[in-house]
């Protein structure tokens, strides 16, 4: 073994003393232009051994375009924004929710968060160079910076040009402690142990029919508003205990052991058995009608995608607000997204009796009230994967809300082609990335955070107006001020119609910051330009 | 990347980066993610102070990009060895190479791309490259380089870095280190031509430095700085071009044999472990039995190289050599077949007639009888046994080594295990090449009777000014003294500086 420590240090010593770094650039400085684009580290702490084998690869590609002459621009980026830092910071200060926040202050908030993110952006500078990677360590890009961020805005404005950018109702992903959405890409999966519960819906006018379902999130009941059946399967009409029930057929011995596992499972005889199809617009009752007070026309509708027999009882519970599958039904068969949860994470007003409660909490009082009700044919325990906030690590639930997007449906075809037309390595990566694109759905763009690059729409507060006003660079603003809020949140515009408009609270998905890393990272004097290399994980 | 992509779209319509090189995820032993909270973390700080950041580096790089990446404190081990002999070869660089007196610029310069100098150093090249002798060895190094210099070119353009990593790695450890570094040394001290090894090695390791740049950047600029620096007139090594390719160099088929040669020599030295003779001492004769043409051709034409690798005076090819089957019983496979009786089976077929057994054996039956027993394949071992040799196979044939030793080889090994003593006591007295030493070997009547005969051989090699073997020790003032055991011999060694 050789003594690298002292080697290492002497010969970082001497680069730094040389100003060899300096001088290879300059020897190159009539070089062709290699741009590499520097993917950014979260500045959230030291940095992960997985960190410095991705800056190590960067770094050896740059080394080797320099020696072949090459006028390489490497420039190391460092993502400054976002949750990541945010709920450091939460915690620093020791705040457990927004309403904490918004008590301190949106901008004690947010200069804190910006603290946060520039200590660290020194001491992981300082690790890379470590390991010798050369790059333009005194001129770093970061996300937070508002020449950063007045490019980014520069990408909604095109958006909204080419009609890419939309708002709309969406049933997304919600953090309850964070108070924002989240895209399927921030989700983290964990095994949690949940409720699992079968439950009778009464067939109306029939006495004594009931639709049996199943379902491990009890909380989503109240906003229950549809049964789906598929229109192939087959369904009987089963005496059991003096009811009948329906399910599928299939899925009928199931239902029996789990009710009755004791005696190998309840007697249960087959009245009848019928198609699927003949059971749509089944008419049914809420099972806790009289606590929820929601009234709709709840039946069963066909779904040949969402409803399967390897669990359940072949009868799937709807709730258009509470699901992605379920919405999209909901959608298809004109439903009301009935959404009786706030932004906390509790039930609204809309939800009756259980008013006020965090939704998840609620799981045990409404299996109770099944019980009273009668309605309870059987509560069991499921351990199963569920998705957690990728930053809190708190359950999330699925609300439906309303959001700005950008409709990547509409882009995909072009995005598909334009992938065609670089080097890929290794080729499957491309294989893979062509099939994430093709099932990407639109882009969620905000979030209901403070930490961000502010989304730069003001919408005019007057009724019924509807008119918003996208910007695309900080010069529109009516004066300039850091692009951060509280900031940005103080400045309005008036409305055509004369009312005042007012900039939407959210902030961007922290993964737009990285997305615009390639122009938003230029210096002022530097022209558009398409990175010649990228590498990430 | 898939957000870059969809916001180049919406902003220029276009896909804003011209190649993507995905990589894997770092992850521990088990290949699970590897944090703090789950309690398997390695804090880079830690690998950084162990082993450095040029271990560190060498050792992801040399992972498959887009693979995962498993962490493994033997494999960032692994790659630390590897530059210590890296590290080995500088200070062989400081103690070995003298400047020839006035080409060394332009030797410096073969490489470098600086136009103005391109007509003069090509001239100067083409005079030097006509008065350099090269050894076999030579050729084939500077093959090896521009192979590799082609090689590392082509896979940092399609962003293979890993494999970069893993040639480079690959040329210092077997190619400079295990092959060539060790014929030099031979030829060094045998005094063939030692001034090209010394060229050959300033021009390989130069090249080896550039490419290891963008992998290893402070030990490739330390060596640099510690050796090449007086040589040469810029300051750091990323001032440097790339190494140019140059395809006259490469001589595939030179390679090929070296390849083979290679596996002979290793064939070899496990049939010197097999006759229980050491490396250290010389055979007279070994003889590479192959049919195969190439496997002749290169025995052959690097028999050079065999000779010194293999530490032998002769080295003969042929097609076949005369000799005699041998047989033994395999008592694992009697043992389970014949119970108490395997004993008498064993005894039984160590009678046999191992031609007729053999043939019988082979035969359609696939069993034969030995007396009272039934005997199938398994149950017995042949063997080819040359009379004088022993021999071990290797993919194209078998190499035999003469295992008789002459008294004089034998009187030539002793004499070189005395001065491999007297080298390491320099070594200890911390002397350098350059000076000058008295000695004194006293050991009993039947070594020194092997040895007395080549005092002055000892001498030459040891750069002793004065020497003297004798029975009795002799008297030098102030001397640092050693007892050595040399086979069975013990042996007394006195020296002083001069
Ligand atoms: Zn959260
Ligand atoms: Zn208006």
Not at chain 1, 153 to 168: D, F, H, R, V
Not at chain 1, 292 to 310: N, P, Y
């Amino acid at each position: 073994m050789y003594d690298h420590n002292s080697l290492e240090k002497k010969i970082t010593h001497y680069w730094e003393h040389k100003k060899i770094y300096e001088k290879v650039k300059e020897s190159n400085g009539k070089g062709e232009r290699f741009y590499f684009c520097d993917g950014p580290p979260y500045a959230t702490g030291q940095i992960h051994p997985g960190t410095a084998w991705n800056k190590c690869i960067k770094d050896s590609v740059c080394r080797y375009k320099r020696a072949r002459g090459f006028n390489v621009r490497a420039q190391p980026g460092f993502d400054t924004h976002g949750l990541p830092i945010e709920v450091k910071v939460e915690q620093e200060l020791k705040l457990t929710c927004k309403k904490d926040i918004e008590k301190i202050g949106v901008k004690k908030f947010t200069e804190n968060c910006k603290t946060f993110a520039t200590k660290y952006v020194g001491i992981m500078g300082k690790q890379f160079q470590r390991c010798g990677v050369w790059m333009d360590w005194d001129a770093p890009y970061l996300t937070y910076k508002d020449s950063f961020i007045d490019r980014s805005w520069g990408t909604i404005k095109k958006a909204e040009e080419k009609q890419l950018l939309e708002k709309g109702v969406y049933v997304l992903p919600y953090c309850p402690r964070c108070e924002t959405t989240m895209a399927n890409y921030e989700l983290e999966y964990g095994e949690q142990t949940d409720p699992s519960i079968y439950v009778k819906f009464k067939v109306k006018g029939k006495e004594n029919e009931f639709l049996i379902v199943w379902t491990t999130t009890p909380w989503t009941l109240v906003a229950n508003m549809a049964v789906m059946a598929h229109p192939m399967y087959e369904y009987v009409y089963a005496k059991v205990d003096g009811e009948t029930w329906i399910v599928a057929k299939e899925r009928l011995d199931h239902l029996t052991a789990i009710i009755n596992p004791i005696q190998g499972g309840s007697s249960a005889t087959v009245l009848k058995t019928v198609s699927g199809k003949k059971l749509d617009g089944l008419q049914y009752e809420h099972p806790l009608q009289s606590k929820i007070g929601k009234e709709a026309d709840r039946k069963i509708v066909m779904s040949d995608e969402f409803v399967t027999l390897e669990e359940g009882t072949g009868l799937v519970h709807t709730a258009p607000g509470h699901g992605p599958q379920d919405f999209i039904i909901g959608k298809r068969f004109g439903m009301e997204i009935f959404c009786p949860v706030n932004e906390q994470g509790k039930y609204s007003s809309e939800a009756g009796e259980y008013a006020g409660k965090a939704v998840r909490e609620a799981n045990p009082q409404v299996i109770e009230d099944l019980e009273h009700a009668g309605m309870l044919v059987h509560q069991g325990k499921v351990s199963h994967r569920y998705p957690h906030c990728w930053r809190c690590k708190t359950p999330l639930i699925y609300i439906s809300t309303l959001q700005w997007f950008i409709k990547i449906s509409k882009t995909k075809e072009k995005m598909l082609q334009e992938i065609e037309t670089i080097k890929w390595q290794p080729d499957f990566a491309k294989t893979r990335f062509k099939e994430f694109v093709s099932s990407a759905p639109d882009w969620c763009i905000s979030r209901q955070r403070y930490w961000g690059i502010p989304l730069p729409i003001w919408e005019c507060e007057k009724e019924n107006c509807g008119k918003y006003k996208v910007i695309g660079s900080a010069a529109e603003l009516p004066h300039r001020v850091e692009l951060h809020r509280p900031f940005v949140d103080e400045l309005h515009f008036t409305c055509e119609c004369g009312g005042k408009m007012s900039r939407i609270k959210d902030v961007l998905d922290v993964w737009f910051d990285s997305g615009n890393a390639i122009w938003a990272s230029l210096g002022e004097k530097e022209e558009y330009m398409t990175a010649n290399f990228i590498t990430e994980g | 990347m898939y957000w870059l992509l969809g916001s180049g779209v919406v902003l220029n319509n276009e896909i804003p980066y011209k190649s993507l090189l995905m990589h894997g995820f770092f992850v521990d032993e088990n290949g699970e993610k590897m944090s703090k909270s789950l309690g398997n973390f390695v804090p880079l700080e830690e690998i950084l102070d162990k082993y450095g950041a040029d271990t560190f580096r060498m050792w992801c790089l040399s992972s498959t990009v887009w693979d995962d990446l498993k962490f493994n404190w033997d494999e960032i081990k692994e790659a630390n060895r590897a530059l210590s002999i890296l590290s080995n070869l500088e200070s062989f660089m400081q103690r070995f190479y003298v400047a020839p007196e006035k080409e060394e610029k332009e030797i410096g310069r073969r490489s470098e791309k600086e136009s103005d100098d391109e007509k003069k150093n090509a001239g100067a090249k083409a005079r030097d490259e006509k008065e350099t002798k090269y050894g076999i060895e030579d050729l084939w190094l500077l093959s090896r380089l521009n192979t590799l210099i082609e090689e590392c070119t082509r896979h940092f353009d399609e962003y293979e870095t890993h494999m970069v990593a893993r040639k480079c790695r690959q040329f210092i450890v077997e190619d400079l280190s295990r092959f060539y570094l060790k014929v030099a040394k031979k030829r060094i001290a045998a005094g063939e031509n030692p001034e090209t090894v010394s060229k050959v090695l300033f021009v390989v390791l130069f090249d080896v430095l550039r490419l290891m740049t963008p992998i290893t950047p402070f030990i490739a600029e330390s060596f640099y700085q510690e050796f090449y620096a007086k040589h040469k007139e810029k300051e750091s090594i990323s001032l440097f071009s790339w190494p140019r390719f140059e395809p006259k160099y490469v001589d595939p088929l030179l390679e090929n044999q070296m390849e083979i040669v290679n596996e002979m020599v290793t064939a070899l030295s496990n049939a010197r472990q097999s006759a229980k003779i050491k490396l250290r001492w010389p055979v007279e004769e070994v003889i590479v039995v192959t049919k195969s043409t190439d496997a002749a051709a290169a025995a052959r034409r690097l028999s050079g190289t065999i000779k010194i690798l293999a530490n032998v005076k002769n080295v003969k090819v042929e097609e076949k050599i005369a000799s005699t089957l041998t047989l033994k019983p395999v008592h694992s496979k009697l043992g389970p077949v014949f119970k108490k009786d395997a004993k008498k089976a064993a005894d039984a077929i160590e009678k046999a007639d191992p031609v007729k057994l053999k043939k019988e054996l082979e035969g359609e039956k696939k069993k034969a009888k030995v007396e009272e027993f039934e005997i199938t394949p398994e149950m017995v071992a042949f063997d080819e046994v040359t009379e004088g040799y022993a021999g071990a196979q290797f993919s194209a044939g078998t190499a035999y080594v003469k295992t008789a030793i002459n008294e004089a080889l034998l009187s030539e090994a002793m004499a070189r295990e005395v001065s491999r003593r007297i080298q390491m006591m320099r070594k200890e007295m911390g002397l350098v090449e350059k000076d000058l030493i008295e000695v004194n070997v006293s050991c009993e009547k039947e070594l020194l009777a092997l040895i007395e005969k080549r005092e002055g051989e000892i001498a030459s090699e040891v750069k002793a000014g004065k020497l003297k073997v004798s029975e009795k020790p002799m008297e030098i003032k102030q001397a640092h003294e050693k007892d050595w055991e040399i086979e069975e011999y013990t042996v007394k060694i006195r020296i002083k500086k001069i």
